[in-house]
């Protein structure tokens, strides 16, 4: 198959900071490798959460007791990148990792910062929530404090505004908020401003930061969280997902405009879509996921039987895992419509399936 350098995107540089304690990718990939359990007692690494929930409930039966927590997630070297010591304790936690992490990623690059002042440089960032406002809410003080920098310090948009203005970089700047597929469209997004030749330049991350019981809780009353602390997606066992904490980064460049150096991965073809009128807000449609799969390898140039691995979003819920699988099959033509309940029924084990009522499941993804 031909290449289309002008189409396709270069993933230059990554870094990484996970659960627990991870600081690069191949960190990452041997524990992946090595199949370790990455999941923390919230009690043991952040007993402040189980304080907090407490503060407004009696007991802590509601609140999940594991989730994948980093352990250096309060540290920044704010001098390094001339942050006064004051502003960047206002700073919501998710802001001053990103900043580290896409510094990391630039490195991976090879490029320098310095060289990048001023030029087309896009920054999307995937992300979702701002615990941080729980804890900053119950610091004595605080409003009064920090009055001058809580604003940017707490705005959800600041995430990515925060990289571009200490970085100079002139190419648009955002944060996308589409809850679990966030960091996903963010990179759909970058890889159709460079090949439009908006941006030159793309920094795409992801963030989250576990810092309220709030959403924990919340979570689990909904059922999508597991009881036991572990995300079993494609198992019979499966009941939930683990929420966890991190950050990841990339770096982007048009295939083209490379010139010879370090290229981790290409990106043929992206695809984005919603899954529209579903039975209910949670459940997902596998007939549109399909039709997502197909846009994707149509994009891509790439048919399926040129596809040697599939990476789903494995929520563990009992919905959300079959139909993500079946959907993908059948979009490469491996699966039948009736396996994906065209004929009412759904798939084995699925209570809840489009046209339903029930609220229980999965988040659609985009």
Same mark, same amino acid.
């Given at each position: 198959?031909?290449?289309?350098?002008?189409?396709?995107?270069?993933?230059?540089?990554?870094? @990484? +900071?996970l659960p627990p304690d991870m600081q690069s990718p191949e960190e990452f990939w041997q524990a992946l490798v090595e199949q370790r359990d990455c999941v923390s007692t919230i009690e043991a690494v952040r007993p402040w959460l189980v304080e907090q929930h407490l503060r407004d409930h009696d007991d802590v039966a509601d609140l999940p007791m594991r989730a994948g927590i980093t352990q250096r997630m309060d540290e920044f070297d704010a001098a390094f990148f001339g942050i006064a010591p004051f502003e960047a304790?206002?700073?919501?936690? !998710? +802001?001053?990792?990103?900043?580290e992490v896409v510094w990391h990623a630039l490195e991976d690059a090879g490029l320098r910062p310095s060289s990048l002042r001023g030029s087309s440089v896009g920054v999307y960032v995937g992300a979702h929530l701002v615990d941080y406002n729980d804890v900053s809410s119950h610091v004595p003080g605080s409003a009064d404090t920090y009055a001058g920098h809580l604003d940017s310090g707490l705005h959800p948009a600041m995430l990515a505004n925060r990289i571009s203005r200490l970085y100079d970089f002139h190419?648009?700047?955002?944060?996308?908020?589409?809850? @679990?597929?966030?960091?996903?469209?963010?990179? &759909?997004?970058?890889?159709?401003?460079?090949?439009?030749?908006?941006?030159?330049?793309?920094?795409?991350?992801?963030?989250?930061?576990?810092?309220?019981?709030?959403?924990?809780? @919340?979570?689990?009353?909904? /059922?999508?969280?597991?009881?036991?602390? +572990? =995300?079993?997606?494609?198992?019979?066992? *499966?009941?939930g997902y683990v929420r966890s904490e991190g950050v990841t980064a990339l770096v982007l460049r048009r295939l083209?405009?490379?010139? /010879?150096?370090? #290229?981790?991965?290409?990106?043929?073809?992206?695809?984005?879509? &919603?899954?529209?009128?579903?039975?209910?807000?949670?459940?997902?449609?596998?007939?549109? !996921?399909?039709?997502?799969?197909?846009?994707?390898? *149509?994009?891509? /140039? #790439?048919?399926?039987?040129? %596809?040697?691995? %599939?990476? =789903? &979003?494995?929520?563990?819920?009992?919905?959300? *895992?079959?139909i993500g699988r079946l959907a993908s099959l059948w979009a490469q033509g491996r699966a039948r419509p009736a396996d994906l309940g065209q004929d009412g029924g759904g798939p084995p084990g699925v209570s809840s399936w489009p046209g339903g009522s029930d609220e229980s499941g999965d988040v659609p993804g985009a």
């Amino acid at each position: 198959r031909g290449a289309d350098d002008a189409r396709e995107v270069a993933v230059m540089g990554m870094a @990484c +900071q996970l659960p627990p304690d991870m600081q690069s990718p191949e960190e990452f990939w041997q524990a992946l490798v090595e199949q370790r359990d990455c999941v923390s007692t919230i009690e043991a690494v952040r007993p402040w959460l189980v304080e907090q929930h407490l503060r407004d409930h009696d007991d802590v039966a509601d609140l999940p007791m594991r989730a994948g927590i980093t352990q250096r997630m309060d540290e920044f070297d704010a001098a390094f990148f001339g942050i006064a010591p004051f502003e960047a304790q206002s700073m919501d936690p !998710q +802001q001053r990792r990103l900043i580290e992490v896409v510094w990391h990623a630039l490195e991976d690059a090879g490029l320098r910062p310095s060289s990048l002042r001023g030029s087309s440089v896009g920054v999307y960032v995937g992300a979702h929530l701002v615990d941080y406002n729980d804890v900053s809410s119950h610091v004595p003080g605080s409003a009064d404090t920090y009055a001058g920098h809580l604003d940017s310090g707490l705005h959800p948009a600041m995430l990515a505004n925060r990289i571009s203005r200490l970085y100079d970089f002139h190419g648009p700047s955002m944060v996308v908020n589409t809850a @679990c597929s966030g960091s996903s469209v963010a990179l &759909h997004l970058a890889v159709r401003a460079l090949r439009a030749r908006e941006v030159d330049t793309a920094v795409v991350a992801g963030v989250n930061y576990i810092g309220s019981a709030k959403e924990l809780m @919340c979570n689990n009353l909904a /059922g999508m969280q597991s009881k036991g602390g +572990q =995300c079993r997606t494609f198992d019979a066992a *499966a009941d939930g997902y683990v929420r966890s904490e991190g950050v990841t980064a990339l770096v982007l460049r048009r295939l083209s405009d490379t010139n /010879g150096s370090r #290229v981790r991965a290409v990106i043929l073809g992206t695809s984005s879509n &919603h899954d529209g009128r579903t039975g209910s807000l949670r459940a997902p449609d596998p007939r549109a !996921q399909a039709a997502l799969v197909r846009r994707a390898l *149509a994009d891509a /140039g #790439v048919t399926p039987d040129e %596809v040697g691995m %599939v990476e =789903c &979003h494995g929520t563990g819920t009992p919905p959300g *895992a079959p139909i993500g699988r079946l959907a993908s099959l059948w979009a490469q033509g491996r699966a039948r419509p009736a396996d994906l309940g065209q004929d009412g029924g759904g798939p084995p084990g699925v209570s809840s399936w489009p046209g339903g009522s029930d609220e229980s499941g999965d988040v659609p993804g985009a």
